[in-house]
């Protein structure tokens, strides 16, 4: 009798204080909801490629110091008291208000729960609203949707969702891989963006799992033309594997912690000391050896030859083991069939069982950095008369990073031949149109900002048909080497569409000086080509298509240049389209002419009127 009433006792008393609770907290949500009483802070989310913010993610707080301060405490109180809808509009209201008010440039991303966009009591239209009354545009907003609660109605979300493009807003996914429907919502909602869940980012670097799991998404992230951000980084090791996997936004405590004044540059100094590799072309990333690098836990080198043994016996698919120091640098490599050979041996583990396995390593393995192209480790390879079965060891600044087959390099190398072969133009091999193609879009896909130009050779016809085809091929072997020239210390991309026509991307604002400078090179170099009459008239008579003669200048360069927007332009048939567009005006002089197109976007649309006229 005693023991029940001192239960009932204990639990009156919590249900009492559980009621207390829970009513301080509804007037503590209530008083934030009436006084708007929400402080929104902003995390920078960074282009390390192309070295700009892209935007920022807004951050809801409650009152300092207040159990609802934390944003868990705060959405979760909300939803008991079915009050999330009131919350999440006045922290996006508050979020557009300050974003404006701070003069941020780039996309301003909003965190929205799918239930409360499915909640038929939300006010439908009330982001369009509040964007137009603080005057921000619906494009410069994205849309998260996060991931990590279960949507019963995946029909009316994806309608929901729709509806939100329709405004202009763009759609992002938030913490991928954390929740409920992962890969069906991905190729459902057909997101702009894909924000990879930080449990995926951290010790990535240190995880073979987590490091296949982001290659898998940035290969279906190139399939479907989305952007993938990795949030959560707050350590170095993981920025650079993230950089090298391809991974071109970034957002964490390493690079800046969420603030009301965050900044507004991208050398900001929570950036100073790390450093970033400039984006190469998409069509040559794959042919670096960081990219073969399979993982496998070194030895020390003190390590007893014993223990390596049971190292090799535990896990048959083992061959080579790298040998580190202290400092994680590799010293030697250990091979399994010398170890075994050894072993067998009259008396071999009387004498090397407690030996370290710096006495039967290989002390001068081929080592290489991440960074290394394929072509370079392929020369190493048969300079040195590698055996095919043995394994090379691959660093991350001095540190030891992995080891790659032999063999799977070589077959690595042959494929990627074959691959540029097939999409590279025979006469200059360099990349064709597939490439090109894969060029803009990757550019396009990650909104790295790029100029194009399209170069093209004028009053050739005559010449190849005066001088010959052996010349004609001359020229344009000429054309494509000063280009290549040209553009070798800027980050660039150098393709041959095919005949006399090259496109060159940009990534910096380099593009006029150096499509000058080819213009200059190409017309002092090309009159090797010509003899010294037609050089000394600055050209020649030839017929024309319709047999009348003409007199046909030297060969000069028409180069249209454009700077695509990237709002405006969604693929790379566009941009090639305003390249395009620009190189026909260039066309119009009859010497060399570079032209800068001011249009950004594709050329309206034209509508056929009933009185036969047109209008745009």
């Given at each position: 009798?005693?023991?029940?009433?001192?239960?009932?006792?204990?639990?009156?008393?919590?249900?009492?204080?559980?009621?207390?609770?829970?009513?301080?907290?509804?007037?503590?949500?209530?008083?934030?909801?009436?006084?708007?009483?929400?402080?929104?802070?902003?995390?920078?989310?960074?282009?390390?490629?192309?070295?700009?913010?892209?935007?920022?993610?807004?951050?809801?707080?409650?009152?300092?110091?207040?159990?609802?301060?934390?944003?868990?405490?705060?959405?979760?109180?909300?939803?008991?008291?079915?009050?999330?809808?009131?919350?999440?509009?006045?922290?996006?209201?508050?979020?557009?208000?300050?974003?404006?008010?701070?003069?941020?440039?780039?996309?301003?991303?909003?965190?929205?729960?799918?239930?409360?966009?499915?909640?038929?009591?939300?006010?439908?239209?009330?982001?369009?609203?509040?964007?137009?009354?603080?005057?921000?545009?619906?494009?410069?907003?994205?849309?998260?949707?996060?991931?990590?609660?279960?949507?019963?109605d995946g029909f009316l979300l994806l309608k929901t969702i729709g509806h939100y493009r329709k405004l202009g807003f763009s759609i992002a996914i938030d913490d991928?891989?954390?929740?409920?429907?992962?890969?069906?919502?991905?190729?459902?909602?057909?997101?702009?963006?894909?924000?990879?869940?930080?449990?995926?980012?951290?010790?990535?670097?240190?995880?073979v799992v987590k490091k296949e799991f982001l290659k898998s998404i940035i290969e279906l992230a190139k399939v479907t033309n989305t952007a993938v951000i990795a949030?959560?980084?707050?350590?170095?090791?993981?920025?650079?594997?993230?950089?090298?996997?391809?991974?071109?936004?970034?957002?964490?405590?390493?690079?800046?912690?969420?603030?009301?004044?965050?900044?507004?540059?991208?050398?900001?100094?929570?950036?100073?000391?790390?450093?970033?590799?400039?984006?190469?072309?998409?069509?040559?990333?794959?042919?670096?050896?960081?990219?073969?690098?399979?993982?496998?836990?070194?030895?020390?080198?003190?390590?007893?030859?014993?223990?390596?043994?049971?190292?090799?016996?535990?896990?048959?698919?083992?061959?080579?083991?790298?040998?580190?120091?202290?400092?994680?640098?590799?010293?030697?490599?250990?091979?399994?069939?010398?170890?075994?050979?050894?072993?067998?041996?009259?008396?071999?583990?009387?004498?090397?069982?407690?030996?370290?396995?710096?006495?039967?390593?290989?002390?001068?393995?081929?080592?290489?950095?991440?960074?290394?192209?394929?072509?370079?480790?392929?020369?190493?390879?048969?300079?040195?008369?590698?055996?095919?079965?043995?394994?090379?060891?691959?660093?991350?600044?001095?540190?030891?990073?992995?080891?790659?087959?032999?063999?799977?390099?070589?077959?690595?190398?042959?494929?990627?031949?074959?691959?540029?072969?097939?999409?590279?133009?025979?006469?200059?091999?360099?990349?064709?149109?597939?490439?090109?193609?894969?060029?803009?879009?990757?550019?396009?896909?990650?909104?790295?900002?790029?100029?194009?130009?399209?170069?093209?050779?004028?009053?050739?016809?005559?010449?190849?048909?005066?001088?010959?085809?052996?010349?004609?091929?001359?020229?344009?072997?000429?054309?494509?080497?000063?280009?290549?020239?040209?553009?070798?210390?800027?980050?660039?991309?150098?393709?041959?569409?095919?005949?006399?026509?090259?496109?060159?991307?940009?990534?910096?604002?380099?593009?006029?000086?150096?499509?000058?400078?080819?213009?200059?090179?190409?017309?002092?170099?090309?009159?090797?080509?010509?003899?010294?009459?037609?050089?000394?008239?600055?050209?020649?008579?030839?017929?024309?298509?319709?047999?009348?003669?003409?007199?046909?200048?030297?060969?000069?360069?028409?180069?249209?240049?454009?700077?695509?927007?990237?709002?405006?332009?969604?693929?790379?048939?566009?941009?090639?389209?305003?390249?395009?567009?620009?190189?026909?005006?260039?066309?119009?002089?009859?010497?060399?002419?570079?032209?800068?197109?001011?249009?950004?976007?594709?050329?309206?649309?034209?509508?056929?009127?009933?009185?036969?006229?047109q209008a745009v």
């Open positions: 009798m005693k023991l029940s009433y001192t239960l009932d006792t204990l639990a009156a008393s919590l249900f009492k204080y559980w009621s207390v609770k829970v009513n301080y907290q509804l007037a503590i949500l209530e008083d934030i909801l009436q006084n708007s009483a929400i402080t929104t802070l902003f995390q920078p989310i960074f282009d390390i490629s192309g070295q700009q913010i892209l935007g920022y993610e807004a951050l809801s707080r409650g009152p300092k110091s207040c159990v609802l301060e934390m944003p868990s405490a705060l959405f979760s109180t909300a939803v008991y008291f079915e009050k999330i809808s009131e919350l999440e509009l006045l922290c996006r209201s508050k979020a557009i208000e300050n974003f404006v008010n701070l003069k941020l440039q780039g996309k301003l991303f909003l965190n929205v729960s799918p239930k409360t966009l499915l909640d038929p009591c939300h006010p439908k239209g009330e982001t369009l609203h509040l964007v137009e009354h603080f005057g921000l545009a619906a494009n410069r907003v994205v849309i998260e949707v996060t991931e990590q609660e279960k949507v019963d991928l891989g954390a929740g409920y429907s992962g890969l069906k919502q991905w190729s459902e909602l057909c997101p702009d963006y894909v924000k990879i869940d930080r449990y995926f980012i951290d010790h990535c670097d240190e995880s949030e959560g980084i707050e350590r170095v090791e993981e920025l650079s594997l993230l950089e090298g996997l391809g991974i071109m936004h970034a957002q964490g405590f390493l690079l800046e912690r969420p603030s009301q004044s965050p900044s507004t540059q991208f050398n900001s100094k929570q950036l100073q000391g790390l450093s970033f590799t400039p984006p190469s072309n998409q069509f040559d990333q794959s042919l670096v050896i960081g990219r073969l690098a399979v993982e496998h836990v070194p030895i020390d080198w003190q390590t007893r030859c014993k223990d390596a043994h049971n190292i090799f016996e535990k896990n048959k698919s083992i061959i080579s083991l790298a040998v580190v120091n202290e400092e994680n640098a590799p010293i030697g490599l250990l091979h399994k069939d010398q170890l075994t050979e050894v072993f067998a041996a009259p008396y071999g583990h009387a004498l090397y069982d407690k030996r370290p396995v710096t006495a039967l390593m290989h002390k001068q393995p081929l080592v290489v950095d991440e960074n290394q192209p394929l072509d370079t480790v392929s020369q190493q390879i048969t300079e040195n008369d590698f055996d095919i079965r043995r394994h090379i060891i691959i660093t991350r600044a001095g540190r030891y990073l992995g080891l790659a087959p032999l063999r799977d390099i070589l077959k690595h190398i042959t494929a990627e031949k074959i691959r540029h072969a097939q999409h590279a133009n025979p006469l200059t091999m360099l990349p064709g149109n597939v490439a090109i193609n894969e060029a803009i879009e990757s550019r396009l896909r990650v909104k790295n900002g790029f100029s194009l130009a399209y170069i093209d050779l004028n009053h050739f016809k005559q010449f190849n048909d005066l001088y010959g085809y052996a010349s004609g091929d001359s020229v344009i072997k000429l054309l494509a080497d000063v280009t290549v020239q040209a553009c070798k210390d800027v980050p660039s991309f150098v393709g041959h569409i095919g005949g006399d026509d090259f496109m060159v991307v940009f990534d910096n604002d380099q593009a006029v000086a150096v499509c000058n400078t080819i213009i200059s090179n190409f017309e002092l170099q090309s009159r090797a080509f010509f003899t010294p009459e037609h050089i000394a008239s600055g050209g020649y008579w030839a017929s024309n298509r319709e047999g009348e003669k003409q007199f046909v200048p030297l060969l000069t360069l028409s180069i249209g240049v454009v700077e695509p927007d990237l709002d405006q332009c969604i693929n790379s048939h566009q941009v090639a389209a305003l390249a395009t567009d620009a190189k026909k005006e260039a066309k119009r002089y009859r010497h060399s002419y570079l032209f800068v197109c001011n249009r950004r976007g594709p050329a309206p649309a034209v509508v056929r009127l009933s009185s036969d006229k």
